[in-house]
């Protein structure tokens, strides 16, 4: 294990409320009646129905899938009977149909185990059993895992890096996950670098999950190759560029994929889930989801089936203490607050968080005082302050001039400014105009 600090040059230090769940262990979440699993909820092509109405399905049965490079299958969470097949919008606001299936409360499972040696597979079939089971990109993306792995055979790839830093507040599902799945990350990990080839491999932790740091770190000396590097607790250290940094020192040019540099980067959740696809042959159809806020009555660390509605989710935690001021999925930095909670919870969803009124309270904005914070805490080297008064005064093309669309839209630079500017939603429209024109062209 590195016991240096690792980091990387800006970033934010903030109360991560991580406190009010952090010491909760996995719990089963609710076995509802009915799921609705949503055909797109991953990155790329969306899915097609490969059931009909008044089908019966089994527990992890494939459902969905596309003829596509870029795309993820999607399976049965329960085991029952497909009713509708629908029209809905998702949490992340993509209009997509969705297979609603009613439960028979059996649970019947449709997949096996391997009873193979993981070690002695060849790279096609690894990356084989990751697509079958649907696993996907679970910090968030949901970029589907199997195109991650299948290496260029142009790269090298020399690391692979483990992303555990888990850095938004409030979320604690990564870090419970390798507290108590050590085995699960290390090994998901080792596939990984048996599929690309690579000798090396890392697993970051921020230094505020000193249990996650310690049983990781136990596992990791069982195989070659698998070093734990300890992570200085900063936001946002889980960025895939930020992390590369912080581990290999690299700086990673924004026009370069990480592997054409001989580095990939997966979560830490995505390699348990590697594990289960490769190991037990179990697809993604359930997900380990944090449901915490000032506004939820119990928050808890949930293992929920994908396709169950939030309403439920909420519930079963014991519903609203009190009237909520905001909803949001994923993390309060980069999530995406709901306008409902009957949306269907999807496979890359990892935080459901239930602020109050006060809290979820505009800001009252007011004039930029040129203090440059948002400078300073750019982890992309970006001048915020310059790029809001571009995009505001529509000169788009000098907001290019001056590396918008390198923004990761982390929101730094707002969460610090005294002024309460909202400088990322600025920067995201001032990208959706120049992605625009782009197409035009």
């Known amino acids: 294990?590195?016991?240096?600090?690792?980091?990387?040059?800006?970033?934010?230090?903030?109360?991560?409320?991580?406190?009010?769940?952090?010491?909760?262990?996995?719990?089963?979440?609710?076995?509802?009646?009915?799921?609705?699993?949503?055909?797109?909820?991953?990155?790329?092509?969306?899915?097609?129905?490969?059931?009909?109405?008044?089908?019966?399905?089994?527990?992890?049965q494939k459902i969905g899938d596309a003829d596509a490079t870029i795309t993820a299958p999607v399976h049965s969470s329960v085991s029952g009977v497909v009713k509708q097949i629908v029209e809905i919008t998702t949490v992340s606001g993509v209009k997509t149909k969705a297979i609603v299936i009613e439960s028979d409360g059996k649970n019947e499972i449709g997949y096996e185990p391997y009873n193979d040696d993981y070690t002695k597979l060849e790279p096609k079939e690894i990356v084989r059993r990751v697509r079958e089971a649907g696993i996907v990109g679970l910090g968030?993306?949901?970029?589907?895992?199997?195109?991650?792995?299948?290496?260029?055979?142009?790269?090298?790839?020399?690391?692979?890096?483990?992303?555990?830093?888990?850095?938004?507040?409030?979320?604690?599902?990564?870090?419970?996950?390798?507290?108590?799945?050590?085995?699960?990350?290390?090994?998901?990990?080792?596939?990984?670098?048996?599929?690309?080839?690579?000798?090396?491999g890392y697993i970051g932790i921020e230094n505020n999950k000193p249990e996650a740091i310690k049983r990781v770190s136990e596992e990791a000396k069982k195989l070659s190759g698998i070093k734990v590097s300890v992570l200085k607790t900063k936001y946002p250290q889980g960025d895939q560029r930020r992390l590369i940094d912080s581990i290999l020192g690299m700086k990673m040019p924004s026009s370069?994929?990480?592997?054409?540099?001989?580095?990939?980067?997966?979560?830490?959740?995505?390699?348990?889930?590697?594990?289960?696809?490769?190991?037990?042959?179990?697809?993604?159809?359930?997900?380990?989801?944090?449901?915490?806020g000032s506004a939820i009555a119990n928050p808890k660390n949930l293992l929920v089936k994908v396709g169950t509605s939030l309403k439920e989710v909420l519930e079963y935690c014991g519903g609203f203490k009190e009237e909520p001021g905001k909803i949001i999925i994923g993390g309060p930095m980069m999530g995406e607050a709901q306008?409902?909670?009957?949306?269907?919870?999807?496979?890359?969803?990892?935080?459901?968080?239930?602020?109050?009124?006060?809290?979820?309270?505009?800001?009252?904005?007011?004039?930029?005082?040129?203090?440059?914070?948002?400078?300073?805490?750019?982890?992309?080297?970006?001048?915020?302050?310059?790029?809001?008064?571009?995009?505001?005064?529509?000169?788009?093309?000098?907001?290019?001039?001056?590396?918008?669309?390198?923004?990761?839209?982390?929101?730094?630079?707002?969460?610090?400014?005294?002024?309460?500017?909202?400088?990322?939603?600025?920067?995201?429209?001032?990208?959706?105009?120049?992605?625009?024109?782009?197409?035009?062209?």
């Not at 509802?32 to 009909?52: D, F, S, Y």
């Not at 919870?345 to 904005?365: F, S």
Request: proline letters at 6%.
């Open 256 to 292: 370069l994929r990480s592997t054409e540099e001989g580095v990939q980067v997966i979560n830490s959740s995505t390699a348990a889930a590697i594990y289960d696809a490769v190991i037990l042959g179990k697809p993604l159809y359930e997900k380990v989801v944090t449901v915490t």
């Open 140 to 200: 968030g993306a949901g970029f589907p895992t199997h195109v991650k792995i299948n290496k260029n055979p142009k790269d090298t790839i020399n690391h692979v890096l483990v992303n555990g830093a888990e850095c938004e507040p409030y979320l604690t599902g990564d870090q419970v996950t390798m507290e108590e799945y050590p085995e699960k990350v290390v090994i998901g990990l080792d596939i990984v670098m048996k599929a690309m080839g690579a000798p090396n």
């Open 1 to 60: 294990m590195d016991s240096r600090e690792l980091t990387f040059k800006g970033g934010v230090h903030m109360h991560d409320f991580k406190e009010l769940t952090n010491k909760y262990s996995i719990e089963t979440g609710p076995n509802v009646e009915t799921v609705t699993i949503a055909l797109h909820q991953h990155t790329g092509a969306p899915c097609e129905p490969l059931v009909k109405i008044g089908d019966e399905v089994k527990v992890g």
């Open 339 to 441: 306008f409902t909670i009957d949306s269907p919870t999807l496979k890359a969803n990892g935080g459901i968080i239930v602020m109050n009124k006060e809290e979820a309270k505009p800001p009252v904005i007011t004039a930029c005082i040129k203090c440059g914070k948002c400078v300073d805490v750019c982890p992309v080297y970006l001048m915020p302050l310059y790029l809001q008064q571009n995009v505001l005064n529509n000169r788009f093309e000098e907001a290019e001039k001056l590396n918008i669309m390198d923004c990761i839209e982390c929101g730094s630079c707002s969460y610090v400014c005294p002024s309460k500017r909202p400088l990322v939603e600025a920067i995201r429209h001032g990208k959706r105009e120049l992605r625009a024109a782009s197409t035009k062209k």
